[in-house]
């Protein structure tokens, strides 16, 4: 047999055990059919490209694996990290101290009235940590049915509840790319009577519900659906209380976590922008299927883009802060208005950053 002969055989083989791999690998993902909405443009219009996020200023602890939320209290950021600790550390980064170890993975933090912090873990449910440094496990069901992956939380002003978010009933943390593809309609936005110990299912069938916060007077909590590019708002008081409705739709990106900083703004963390690919293969499962089994060798389709919008009451763009060059600081999963700054986490990077409010706010 030819050289050449041998070499057509080995191409040959290896694009048959790539197709079966492609074809045939077992997973659990079974992929939803649906139309997402063109996306938008980021060359023009409300979510032009630009480099409003390059140069952020690195703030406290460095060397640390995955800040993804934050607090300010004081002089001090807190933060949770990818080996499950909660740490707090100084701006200047010179002093930093361990104040927990959950054990899991802490996503999400808030604090009580009474002083708790609240812990949104994606491993543990939700915990709370009192002042002497003990976690007590809060509560991990809901109607009879485990967290898969608590996210974000957020309290009322009077302490009376804790409203979360459980991204997917069906795959737990670091599963989040999985969940998303799937687009089985799995997440919860949950509420957790601190008075009683009961939680209550507030929406569910939602797409991989992700950053939660409250609104003025806490007259609604939204949630954003990371898998279906929107946040949703649902109404706690007046006539349309126990109802929800879109407060925005077709984001250019993946929402992460959101915040909001007591008066009139919200703030939204895009994870990355919308990948035309995976856009363009929503209404087909089998051929989203394959690229689930491709992503278990491959890199996941990821731009590299720092990006976060500010929105107003009404849910409309009142900033787009980018920067996609090299070095950006991404994916920016936490977004937090403290004072004349802007403090960002991120679930990958190695540091905390912030940058002026008035810059982040410039026409």
């Given at each position: 047999m030819s050289r050449v002969v041998r070499f057509r055989h080995v191409v040959l083989l290896v694009i048959v055990a790539i197709a079966a791999f492609l074809l045939l690998m077992p997973t659990r993902v079974k992929p939803v059919a649906w139309t997402p909405p063109p996306a938008p443009s980021l060359t023009s219009g409300i979510y032009a490209d630009n480099q409003r996020l390059k140069g952020l200023e690195r703030v406290g602890a460095a060397n640390i694996e995955g800040p993804e939320a934050l607090l300010l209290e004081e002089d001090f950021l807190i933060t949770g990290l990818h080996d499950g600790r909660v740490i707090r550390t100084s701006l200047d980064g010179k002093t930093t101290k361990v104040l927990a170890d959950t054990g899991g993975r802490p996503l999400g933090l808030a604090r009580h009235p009474n002083g708790l912090l609240v812990i949104a873990d994606g491993v543990k449910g939700l915990l709370s940590l009192d002042a002497q440094g003990q976690l007590i496990p809060l509560t991990t069901t809901a109607n009879g049915v485990p967290f898969g992956f608590t996210d974000d939380v957020a309290i009322d002003k009077s302490g009376h509840y804790a409203y979360f978010s459980d991204a997917s009933g069906r795959f737990g943390y670091g599963k989040d790319g999985e969940a998303i593809l799937e687009h089985g309609g799995d997440g919860r936005l949950l509420r957790y009577d601190f008075q009683t110990g009961k939680t209550a299912v507030l929406l569910d069938a939602l797409e991989f519900a992700n950053g939660v916060t409250l609104g003025p007077d806490d007259a609604f909590v939204l949630v954003n659906e990371t898998g279906a590019y929107r946040i949703t708002r649902y109404w706690l008081t007046g006539p349309k209380a126990g109802t929800h409705d879109l407060f925005i739709d077709n984001l250019p990106g993946l929402p992460d976590n959101l915040s909001?900083?007591?008066?009139?703004?919200?703030?939204?963390?895009?994870?990355?922008?919308?990948?035309?690919?995976?856009?363009?293969?929503?209404?087909?499962?089998?051929?989203?299927?394959?690229?689930?089994?491709?992503?278990?060798?491959?890199?996941?389709?990821?731009?590299?883009?720092?990006?976060?919008?500010?929105?107003?009451?009404?849910?409309?763009?009142?900033?787009?802060?980018?920067?996609?060059?090299?070095?950006?600081?991404?994916?920016?999963?936490?977004?937090?208005?403290?004072?004349?700054?802007?403090?960002?986490?991120?679930?990958?990077?190695?540091?905390?950053?912030?940058?002026?409010?008035?810059?982040?706010?410039?026409?």
């Open positions: 909001f900083n007591g008066q009139m703004r919200f703030w939204v963390a895009l994870y990355s922008p919308r990948n035309a690919l995976l856009d363009a293969t929503a209404p087909h499962p089998f051929v989203r299927k394959m690229i689930v089994r491709a992503m278990m060798v491959l890199p996941k389709p990821v731009e590299k883009r720092a990006f976060v919008l500010g929105l107003d009451l009404d849910g409309k763009v009142i900033a787009n802060l980018q920067d996609a060059s090299s070095n950006n600081y991404s994916p920016i999963t936490t977004v937090r208005e403290y004072g004349d700054w802007l403090y960002f986490g991120s679930l990958k990077a190695d540091h905390m950053a912030r940058l002026p409010l008035g810059k982040a706010l410039e026409k």
